[in-house]
Nanobody, 124 residues
Framework: QVQLVESGGGLVQAGGSLRLSCAASGRTFSSYAMGWFRQAPGKEREFVAAIRWSGGSTVYDYSVKGRFTISRDNAKNTVYLQMNSLKPEDTAVYYC?????????????????WGQGTQVTVSS
């Protein structure tokens, strides 16, 4: 079992930055691929970014590539999402998730554990 707790969300103006953190506890964090997803009101949960267990490989959705950066610190059992140049369309609840897989995965159905989410609101 893995428990995930997100933090760092909030209200920011367009063009601003936020850094989300996801603290993991439970089973060996370093053996899990980690991902960030988001869900806006009335929309499906969508993939944002993912990172391999070793941190050596990352994948981003085209809508955030070049603006967001996912990273992890296995010594601290934490994964981060640095979000720069935020846009109003980035407004959503952001979730981190863990997948017991050696490769990066982007489908929500392939993730085993989820956090409770943190709200990010970007004003225009």
């Amino acid at each position: 079992q893995v428990q995930l707790v997100e933090s760092g969300g909030g209200l920011v103006q367009a063009g601003g930055s936020l850094r989300l953190s996801c603290a993991a506890s439970g089973r060996t964090f370093s053996s899990y691929a980690m991902g960030w997803f988001r869900q806006a009101p009335g929309k499906e949960r969508e993939f944002v970014a993912a990172i391999r267990w070793s941190g050596g490989s990352t994948v981003y959705d085209y809508s955030v590539k070049g603006r967001f950066t996912i990273s992890r610190d296995n010594a601290k059992n934490t994964v981060y999402l640095q979000m720069n140049s935020l846009k109003p369309e980035d407004t959503a609840v952001y979730y981190c998730a863990a997948a017991s897989r050696a490769i990066i995965v982007v489908a929500t159905t392939l993730y085993d554990y989820w956090g409770q989410g943190t709200q990010v609101t970007v004003s225009s």
